[in-house]
């Protein structure tokens, strides 16, 4: 609830998930050790990836309203989206008596959408921010209630890597936010600036990875490395394209090797047995170790020097058009 510009939960009972979650489990655990029931709403899309027991809602309407108010004691229950597909009205902000919030991985207003890791790794920001804010009816414009900034660690270079060390800390802040609201702790809002922000769209590894090879050499590093595990990796084609797309992964970027001249750019240069030598538009050359096909090998060993990755400019093109957008049941064409 909202008083005097603070956030608190009187007598806090239920804690009520709306959204998917990869530590669900873990977030049942903390809290039933503080003595909390817990519920999970998902959408049909999200659903399939939860093992635990859930109800699905794909819009909020008159059936999940009636849901809400049979199964829960509103004002104290703590309504928590975790990346839900739901879209929460004004009508629904009042109806769950403002203990809707939402927990978001980077710093806002700067950071607010989707695709957290991948752009996070694309921009080499190295700042990881726990944050909780109240929803609005914008996106991810919320008032926040709290938050908690750490660095990543120099080893975190993949988005397996980022979201690894994100969600042991989500669970740290989870947990301490939690305790704190059953304490009686009241949260001073803080509100966003409405003229500063960025908005990064959601994307898709399978439309927006496409490598263009004219990139300078730092940038295609963090850009390969950005749809690395656990996605499929970012695309490209190999000479004539008689493998198909191909998807790139454990790359390194290499000083070692001497300068070469941008229409060089996705020649490789040398095989060296377990790993390819790989020409840049820059200073740099990429070291590749995994070049996989669409049944996931590795066609590294079928690979010689002077053959060269490209990727057709209509696929980039195609790329940089796409806008993904993910409904309650997955991600539309458009």
Same mark, same amino acid.
Not at 180 to 192: A, I, M
């Given at each position: 609830?909202?008083?005097?510009?603070?956030? +608190?939960?009187?007598?806090?009972?239920?804690?009520?998930?709306? @959204?998917?979650?990869?530590? +669900?489990?873990?977030?049942?655990?903390?809290?039933?050790?503080?003595?909390?029931?817990?519920?999970?709403?998902?959408?049909?899309d999200q659903s399939k990836g939860i093992h635990t027991k859930h109800v699905i809602f794909d819009k909020v309407d008159e059936k999940f309203y009636l849901y809400i108010q049979d199964t829960c004691n509103i004002e104290k229950t703590l309504f928590v989206s975790l990346g839900s597909r739901l879209i929460f009205r004004k009508k629904t902000i009042e109806f769950l008596r403002g203990n809707l919030i939402n927990f978001h991985g980077t710093r806002l207003p700067l950071d607010a959408g989707g695709g957290l890791v991948t752009w996070k790794i694309m921009r080499q920001d190295r700042i990881d921010n726990q944050l909780v804010h109240l929803? $609005?009816?914008?996106?991810?414009? @919320?008032?926040?209630?709290?938050?908690?900034?750490?660095?990543?660690?120099?080893?975190?270079?993949?988005?397996? $890597?980022?979201?690894?060390? &994100?969600?042991?800390?989500?669970? $740290?802040?989870?947990?301490?936010?939690?305790?704190?609201?059953?304490?009686?702790? +009241?949260?001073?809002?803080?509100?966003?600036l409405d003229y500063l922000g960025r908005y990064n769209t959601r994307l898709s590894t399978m439309k927006h990875g496409y490598i263009?090879?004219?990139?300078?050499?730092?940038?295609?590093?963090n850009f390969i490395n950005a749809f690395d595990d656990p996605y499929p990796g970012s695309i490209t084609f190999l000479n004539s394209g008689n493998h198909g797309p191909v998807h790139l992964k454990s790359v390194h970027?290499?000083?070692?090797?001497?300068?070469?001249?941008?229409?060089?750019?996705?020649?490789?240069?040398?095989? $060296?047995?377990?790993?390819?030598?790989?020409?840049?538009?820059? &200073? +740099?050359?990429?070291?590749?170790?995994?070049?996989?096909n669409s049944s996931h090998q590795n066609i590294i060993n079928f690979i010689k020097p002077g053959d060269r990755f490209f990727t057709p400019y209509t696929f980039l093109e195609s790329s940089h058009s796409y806008k993904a957008i993910y409904s309650s049941k997955g991600e539309e064409e458009n």
């Open positions: 609830m909202i008083e005097n510009n603070r956030f +608190y939960v009187n007598s806090l009972e239920k804690i009520v998930f709306i @959204g998917f979650s990869e530590v +669900y489990e873990k977030l049942i655990q903390i809290n039933a050790s503080l003595n909390l029931a817990t519920e999970i709403i998902s959408s049909s929803i $609005d009816e914008g996106i991810d414009t @919320g008032p926040i209630i709290h938050n908690s900034v750490s660095l990543f660690p120099k080893e975190c270079s993949i988005p397996i $890597d980022f979201e690894s060390y &994100r969600l042991n800390k989500f669970l $740290d802040f989870y947990n301490s936010f939690i305790v704190e609201v059953l304490r009686g702790q +009241y949260f001073n809002l803080k509100y966003q263009d090879w004219s990139l300078e050499s730092y940038q295609l590093y970027l290499h000083g070692g090797d001497s300068m070469g001249h941008p229409f060089m750019a996705g020649l490789v240069s040398r095989h $060296d047995k377990h790993w390819l030598i790989v020409n840049t538009n820059g &200073r +740099y050359s990429l070291i590749v170790e995994k070049v996989l």
